[in-house]
Structure formats: structure tokens, C-alpha cells
């Protein structure tokens, strides 16, 4: 069946420095990817979406890699700050409905 | 900025009891959903609604559920006779073309 998941559960980064959350991906059919933050008590915010036809999408101090040969997704987060100390899900879709992946804490130490 | 909103934002209930939770989409999306979250797990989905009718549904979206959008703003999610293991945060979402939106959530827990 189709699954998203994740490779670390937690990531604990110096603030400044840049984070990296990986996700695997096993639907192929998958077109569309997102990756979501959750801050406590609160729905997931969108943070940067990448079709399956790029391989690299950049926001504001985010990037997403996609590599459909390995069916992996990364978000990079550029100078980690206090406030970016949340949940990070990937998400994919083939169009309607989103699989999450399990979700990766980030905490960002000053 | 349009947003998608829930209420009530928590509900206790008794077990075997109804509930209903409420949505507002944003208005000009067409495509509404609901997920939940049980605590410290992944976000999952349980159905999607289009054009009036349910488009997708989970095998969590069983008899006991039902959606509704009853007029132009409000989308509902009922459940007929809680368990306990309906205990969950429960968001609504809403798009137009591919970014889904999500709402605050609302927290049920059934005793």
C-alpha cells in the first residue's frame, strides 16, 4: 500500500545553523509533495510544495529536494531559528487526498 | 488572509454520544476535508468532499460518520455514536487548485 515516512523521529539543531528532515516516499503514482509544519495545538501550515517534474524547489530559507529514483523528499531549513521548533510532515498526493508521513520534531537550541 | 476555521475548538463527550464538528472553508475553495490526528501520530486522512457528495473515504470514515455541507459556508462532521477511540484532533482542510488548507482543528475526547 501507499506509505510516506519518515527517517528521524527528532533533529536537534543550534540556532543558525541550516536542518535537514528527510521522508521516503512508496507511492510512485505520487505527482505532488508537500511538506507541513505543526507548531503545538495548531493545524499544519504549508510551508513549500514540489511537483514531480522538478527535482529542487526554493522558498524563503527553505528548499525541497526530490529525488524520485530513491523516492526521497528533504526540506532544508537555511539559519534554524527559535520559531521554525516544530513538527515537519511530508505529505504526498496523487491528487485528491494527502498521506502524511509520521512526522519529525525539530528543536532548534539557542 | 482567508482561512479555514473550526469549531468548537475542544469537545468532551460521553461515549456512545453524538457529535458534530464544524467548518468553515475558505469560501471560494471547492474541494473540503477531513483528517484527524490521534495524539503523537501522523495526521490521517478520512474523506473528501466535492460538488456535494463525498468524493474519497477512508476505512476509518465508517457508518458512524457522515459529512455534510448544509449551506455556502459550513462543512460538518458528524459522528453518530462516539468510542473511545475517536479521541483525536480533527481538521478540516479546504483547496481550490492543489495547496490544501488547513484549520486550527478541533480536540474531541471521549470519556
Known amino acids: 500500500g501507499e506509505s510516506v515516512g519518515l527517517h528521524l523521529p527528532t533533529l536537534s539543531v543550534q540556532e543558525g545553523d541550516n536542518s535537514i528532515i528527510n521522508c521516503a516516499y512508496s507511492n510512485s503514482a505520487s505527482d505532488y509533495f508537500i511538506w507541513y509544519k505543526q507548531e503545538s495545538g495548531k493545524g499544519p501550515q504549508f510551508i513549500i510544495d514540489i511537483r514531480s517534474n522538478m527535482d529542487k524547489r526554493q522558498g524563503q530559507r527553505v528548499t525541497v529536494l526530490l529525488n524520485k529514483t530513491v523516492k526521497h523528499l528533504s526540506l532544508q531549513i537555511a539559519a534554524t531559528q527559535p520559531g521554525d521548533s516544530a513538527v515537519y510532515f511530508c505529505a504526498e498526493t496523487g491528487g485528491n487526498k494527502l498521506v502524511f508521513g509520521a512526522g519529525t520534531i525539530l528543536r532548534v537550541k539557542s | 488572509e482567508p482561512e479555514v476555521t473550526q469549531t468548537p475548538s475542544h469537545q468532551v463527550t460521553q461515549m456512545g454520544q453524538e457529535v458534530i464538528l464544524r467548518c468553515v472553508p475558505i469560501?471560494?475553495?471547492?474541494?473540503f476535508y477531513w483528517y484527524r490526528q490521534i495524539l503523537g501520530q501522523k495526521v490521517e486522512f478520512l474523506v473528501s468532499?466535492?460538488?456535494?457528495?463525498?468524493?474519497?473515504k477512508s476505512e476509518i470514515f465508517d457508518d458512524q460518520f457522515s459529512v455534510e455541507r448544509p449551506d455556502g459556508s459550513n462543512f460538518t462532521l458528524k459522528i453518530r455514536s462516539t468510542k473511545l477511540e475517536d479521541s483525536a484532533m480533527y481538521f478540516c482542510a479546504s483547496r481550490l487548485v492543489n495547496e490544501q488548507f488547513f484549520g486550527p482543528g478541533t480536540r474531541l475526547t471521549v470519556l
Open positions: 468532499f466535492y460538488n456535494n457528495e463525498i468524493s474519497e
Open positions: 469560501s471560494n475553495h471547492l474541494y
